[in-house]
């Protein structure tokens, strides 16, 4: 049985990576997070560089705090565009733009300009930045259509995440150690424009929503914070974030001080650590491959956050040299749990319609959080010593984890009663062609019926007002008195009078005891309707019908 279960989750991890691999949109628009995430690492080292050349050290915690605070502001007030029509068009706007600044600031560095323009250029491309990852979380849904695949896409995501957290500063060394940081701006620049070029090809159906014409830009933020303060479940998610972001800002200061003061191994020493980090981050990747079928995402956030903490804090209690690289790996493993089960669980609770708008404010806490924690930590160091301020910070997040932990196991049960509505929705033809995020806000439409054998669900003529599923059972189709259909689990019934705008061409039954899944006439009509595959499926459905039921009646 051990041998099985192991066999089928290998299988979950291949198909991970192979079910992306197939999916032509999926593919494009994963390897253009690779080459923005790339070149913000890369164009990161280089501004560093700048910085430090400038003011030393202290320069260089200052403009990193000036790049975050905008983006903290910005996040939640650009992330509405991202739910304005189709998100690979702000994608676009966003890598072009990145590029555009970054191309700028290798003229200036090239030309010996101004460091504080260079700084400028900076805030402007973080700012773009800022919205790439909403707006890519709330794409990836939308071409996906299984629940399994979106896992699977969030997988690859957080490997590529990974990835260019290795590829994007050994890029940076590489250049730097034949060229100046302009040749690092100027290849940067070109892999946000690459970013760019990826998702110009883009073709699936995206999910219908309102014009932007006449929607008021406060409003819609305020539409997405409320999103997030109306589900608890959201907001958990988002809070653990929050807090596995404050360790983050965090480790920025203890990554220096523990390599100097504690470790001894000097100012290299500091990026050796981080190095472990990104290491175990693209190990933990490939390991959190296995979780692509899992109904346990609750529980593995949990164990991410803890992650983020627990090394910290056996950290300061043996600081020890190769025990402090094994711990930072554990960090980085710990990331990516967060990247696999955090981003699936928001992108499965959250409605697609906010879906980037509920991101948006992810970003602006991350940006906050890293902030604050490295700010807190700097504090923590000077008043309390290195190993008491690993400690006590190293336990935020592990004690909220477990204070979350029955919260998060309750979250799971959840996703696993919707991954069957889910799955029972996808049953039934015209429903099969729609993208996950319009199945997803169907099944939270779902209401239970349950109906005794012989008694009626409605009758010839009435008011369609309902479309039905049977979810076990069987139900008979009587038209004129005449049996036309007997229909069992996972068939569907009630959409001639909903599509037609008919009374109901036929009485329907229960031949044993049912239990049915209804949605009312507007949540239906506007998933089937709003796609061209599933309105058309949908239409050939109620010809066949017709024609079935009363050849005569078709006209």
């Excluded at 253009?32 to 003011?55: P, Q």
């Excluded at 903290?72 to 072009?96: H, Q, Y």
């Excluded at 699977?152 to 590829?167: E, F, I």
Aim: hydrophobic share 50%.
């Amino acid at each position: 049985m051990g041998e099985t279960v192991r066999a089928h989750r290998l299988s979950d991890a291949v198909s991970a990576f192979t079910s992306n691999a197939r999916n032509h949109d999926l593919r494009r628009a994963q390897l253009s997070f690779l080459g923005a995430w790339t070149a913000e690492w890369a164009f990161t080292v280089a501004l560093g560089i700048v910085a430090y050349r400038d003011g030393g050290a202290a320069a260089v915690g200052l403009v990193g705090l000036v790049r975050m605070l905008p983006s903290a502001i910005c996040a939640p007030l650009l992330s509405p565009f991202a739910d304005r029509g189709r998100r690979e068009k702000v994608l676009v706007v966003v890598s072009t733009a990145r590029g555009v600044v970054t191309a700028a600031a290798a003229v200036v560095a090239a030309a010996g300009g101004a460091p504080a323009l260079i700084y400028a250029l900076a805030v402007l491309s973080t700012v773009a930045a800022t919205l790439f990852r909403p707006a890519h979380s709330a794409l990836l849904p939308s071409l996906c259509h299984t629940g399994h695949e979106l896992a699977s896409a969030n997988v690859v995501r957080g490997m590529l995440d990974s990835a260019a957290t290795l590829v994007g500063p050994l890029l940076a060394a590489v250049l730097l150690e034949v060229a100046d940081v302009d040749v690092v701006f100027g290849v940067a620049a070109a892999a946000s424009l690459w970013s760019a070029a990826l998702l110009l090809r883009l073709d699936y159906d995206a999910p219908p929503r309102p014009p932007a014409t006449g929607r008021h830009l406060t409003r819609e933020v305020a539409e997405g914070v409320l999103a997030v303060a109306r589900n608890r479940d959201v907001a958990l998610v988002l809070g653990l974030a929050s807090a596995q972001s404050f360790t983050r800002g965090a480790l920025t200061v203890f990554s220096v001080v523990v390599s100097i003061e504690l470790l001894g191994r000097g100012e290299p020493g500091a990026g050796t650590l981080m190095t472990a980090v990104g290491v175990g981050a693209v190990v933990g990747s490939l390991a959190a491959s296995l979780l692509v079928g899992t109904r346990r995402l609750g529980a593995w956030f949990a164990l991410g956050v803890t992650l983020w903490g627990l090394p910290l804090v056996l950290l300061g209690l043996v600081p020890r040299d190769l025990a402090a690289l094994f711990l930072m790996a554990l960090i980085g493993g710990g990331n990516a749990l967060i990247d696999v089960a955090g981003f699936t669980l928001l992108g499965r609770m959250a409605p697609d319609a906010v879906l980037a708008r509920v991101f948006g404010v992810l970003e602006s806490l991350v940006a906050v959080s890293i902030g604050v924690g490295a700010l807190a930590t700097s504090f923590a160091v000077d008043a309390w010593g290195v190993r008491p301020a690993l400690v006590v910070v190293g336990l935020v997040c592990p004690v909220l984890a477990a204070a979350s932990w029955w919260r998060l196991r309750a979250l799971d049960r959840t996703v696993g009663v919707h991954d069957e509505e889910v799955a029972l929705l996808q049953q039934v033809p015209m429903l099969r062609t729609l993208p996950l995020p319009s199945v997803e806000q169907l099944a939270r439409g779902l209401q239970p019926r349950e109906v005794t054998a012989g008694s009626p669900v409605f009758e010839q003529g009435d008011v369609g007002d309902r479309y039905y599923v049977v979810e076990s059972g069987e139900v008979d189709v009587v038209g004129d008195g005449r049996l036309l259909a007997t229909l069992g689990a996972g068939e569907g019934f009630g959409e001639i009078a909903l599509l037609r705008h008919t009374p109901r061409t036929a009485s329907v039954a229960a031949r044993t005891d049912v239990r049915l899944r209804s949605l009312d006439a507007d949540c239906f009509l506007t998933a089937v309707l709003g796609y061209t595959p599933s309105a058309r499926e949908a239409a050939i459905g109620v010809d066949r019908l017709l024609e079935r039921y009363d050849p005569d009646r078709r006209k």
